[in-house]
């Protein structure tokens, strides 16, 4: 199976600032990647797709990059509302997910 | 609008079995690949599996934990996705989610709100 890591584990940032989230693939996996955001006690929800592609009714605050084994995920501007835990997962092959970062607000 | 929804969760001792039942609603299912994803109590998503379309004659994939335990299959008739699962573990406790693949399971797009299910004696 092909591993995804996360990084970092978690994250404190404050209203207004760029923040960055990475996920490594343990081999190539072109731009089969995706991004979900999962708030506490809900279901996770589809941020990103095909590394870059912004699921329709996201805010464009959200972005992705990224090919072959590293991406990254941005938030432009923290808002208040982006407190959740982030996962990336690759389908490239049977599907696997990043370990999650969590998200906090200073 | 796109719904998703699971039935069937609960308790269950090791060893037994539990059906768990998606209803769906509001697209076509016919057309959709459908997964399986859990999540551990206070752990990451753990894809479980998929069940592809008619198209792609209805063949499934599986994660290793859970290979030749588990089963899913659909009903299009229904509008329903399943998930049999049998020789049930401890460590098969989790909220088991169901989602809709799209783009031929390229990505999830739609989950359901998730289902527990615990493995306890």
């Known amino acids: 199976d092909i591993q995804m890591t996360q990084s970092p584990s978690s994250l404190s940032a404050s209203v207004g600032d760029r923040v960055t989230i990475t996920c490594r693939a343990s081999q190539s996996i072109t731009n089969s990647l995706n991004w979900y955001q999962q708030k506490p006690g809900k279901d996770p929800k589809l941020l990103i797709y095909a590394a870059s592609s912004l699921q329709s009714g996201v805010p464009s605050r959200f972005s992705g990059s990224g090919s072959g084994t590293d991406f990254t995920l941005t938030i432009s501007s923290l808002q208040p509302e982006d407190v959740a835990s982030y996962y990336c997962?690759?389908?490239?092959?049977?599907?696997?997910f990043g370990q999650g970062t969590r998200l906090e607000i200073k | 609008e796109v719904h998703l929804v699971e039935s069937g969760g609960g308790l269950v001792r090791p060893g037994g079995s539990l059906r768990l039942s998606c209803a769906a609603s509001g697209f076509t299912f016919s057309d959709h690949y459908m997964e399986w994803v859990r999540q551990a109590p206070r752990k990451g998503l753990e894809w479980v599996g998929r069940v592809r379309n008619k198209a792609k004659s209805y063949t499934t994939d599986y994660g290793a934990s859970v290979k030749g335990r588990f089963s899913i299959s659909r009903d299009d008739s229904k509008n329903s996705l399943y998930l049999q699962m049998n020789s049930l573990r401890t460590e098969d406790t989790a909220v088991y989610y169901c989602?809709?693949?799209?783009?031929?399971?390229?990505?999830?797009?739609?989950w359901g709100q998730g289902i527990l299910v615990t493995v306890s004696s």
């Open positions: 989602a809709r693949g799209a783009d031929s399971g390229s990505y999830f797009d739609y």
């Open positions: 997962q690759q389908s490239y092959s049977i599907p696997t």
